[in-house]
Each structure stands twice: as C-alpha cells, then as structure tokens.
C-alpha cells in the first residue's frame, strides 16, 4: 500500500532563501509524481509533474526531482518570495491504477 | 490546457439536507473522473471514480448512499451529499482523466468546492 510522506509540516523562511521540500513514498512502482500548491481555502494548483522515467522537470523558480529507488522527490524553490507561501503538496501515482496518493503538505511561510 | 471547473465554489447548507456539487472537463472528454475529499489540516482522500455511463467505484469506508456520484456525460460528474450532517463539512475535489489527446493519461483536478453543513 503506498503511502506518501512530507517532511517537513511547516516551513518559515526569510524572503530570497533557496529551499527544499521532501517528498518520500515506500511504493517504488509508480507512474508519475505530482507537485501542488494550495493557497489557504482554494483548490488545486499543479506545478509540475515528473513521469516514472524522468529524474526531474522545471519550471521557473521551481525544480521537482525524482529518485523512484529510493522512494523520494524534492521541491526545489529558488529565491523564495513572500507570493510563495502556501501549502506544497505532493501526490504520487502508483503503476497500474489513476489514484493518487497525497502527502499531508508542507505548509510553506515565506517572510518579507 | 485542460481545465475542469466545480461548481458551487462554496456551499453552506442546514443539517439534514442534500447538496449536490457539479464537476466538469470544459475543453476535453472524460471518460473519468475522481472525487477527493479534504479534510482540515489532512491530505486529499480518493472517494471514488466515477466512470462515465456506469456506476461508481468507491473507496473502502466512502458510504456510497451517503455520497451519490453520477457521470452521465463525458464531461460532467457530480457529487451529491445526502442528508448532510457537520461532519461531512469538508473540501471536495475531482480531478478528470485527459482524452487521447493528452499524453499519459494526465488528469486535471477542479479547483473545489467548499461544503459546511451548520
């Protein structure tokens, strides 16, 4: 059974910080990896999504890696910015099923 | 892009009533569609997948004649809470599977709605 954990739960950085967000699953079976963020109240926002046979995609400020044998993504964040708080959530799809299981999120405080 | 929409966004209703929340792929088919609820300060949980012209497939310990969910077009699934009780004040989410046009399989989440039962 997968499972999906995010270390760390909370995060304050000052404004400018490089920063990482860890993702770990115990499934190395899987189909792809998502990244969200989810702004207080609101739904969804994809970031960005890594297939089973990528090691990593970017976007902007943002770079997703991914290890499948070793069970672990990262969310990288350059040059954080105070427009970057919200809650990072990642979800992994296991092979053969159109489930997704998320993690419980990192909830991300950038400071100005 | 792919967008899915909800609606409503926020629904507040009495105890004892049904509500039902609509999720929809607006430039694409959807043969499936997922609904995930969110409970505060926990991650999404898969209820269920809802497969367009037949019956839902639920999640273990999702009461399916509590949460009615009904695919009747490509491009339109809903949720209905029956007989809403506080505890099923949450945050729904559905997410479409991509037609053929889309490469793996991508599936787009809506943005959610907001249900609180008083």
């Known amino acids: 059974k997968q499972e999906v954990t995010q270390i760390p739960a909370a995060l304050s950085v000052p404004e400018g910080e490089n920063l990482v967000l860890n993702c770990s699953f115990t499934?190395?079976?899987?189909?792809?990896l998502q990244w969200f963020r989810q702004d207080p109240g609101k739904g969804l926002t994809s970031l960005l999504l890594?297939?089973?046979?990528?090691r990593e995609q970017t976007s902007g400020r943002l770079n997703a890696s991914l290890d499948k044998s070793s069970g672990r993504s990262t969310l990288y964040i350059a040059a954080s910015q105070p427009g970057d708080s919200a809650t990072y959530l990642c979800?992994?799809?296991?092979?053969?099923?159109?489930?997704?299981?998320f993690g419980t999120g990192t909830r991300l405080k950038v400071l100005a | 892009g792919a967008v899915v929409s909800q609606h409503p966004s926020r629904v507040i209703c009495k105890s004892g009533t049904s509500v039902k929340i609509e999720c929809r792929s607006l430039?694409?088919?959807?043969?499936?569609m997922f609904w995930y609820r969110q409970f505060p300060k926990k991650s999404l949980m898969l209820m269920a997948t809802?497969?367009?012209?037949?019956?839902?497939?639920?999640e273990q310990g999702v009461e399916k004649d509590k949460f009615l969910i009904n695919h009747a077009s490509l491009t339109l699934s809903t949720l209905t809470v029956t007989s809403a009780h506080p505890e099923d004040s949450s945050f729904y989410i559905c997410?479409?599977?991509?037609?053929?046009?889309?490469?793996?399989?991508?599936?787009?989440f809506g943005p959610g709605t907001r249900l609180t039962v008083l």
């Open positions: 997410s479409a599977r991509g037609d053929d046009r889309f490469s793996y399989n991508e599936q787009f």
């Open positions: 499934d190395s079976a899987i189909y792809n």
């Open positions: 890594i297939q089973s046979s990528q």
């Open positions: 979800a992994v799809r296991s092979s053969g099923t159109y489930k997704y299981i």
């Open positions: 430039d694409f088919q959807a043969t499936t």
């Open positions: 809802s497969n367009e012209g037949s019956k839902a497939t639920y």
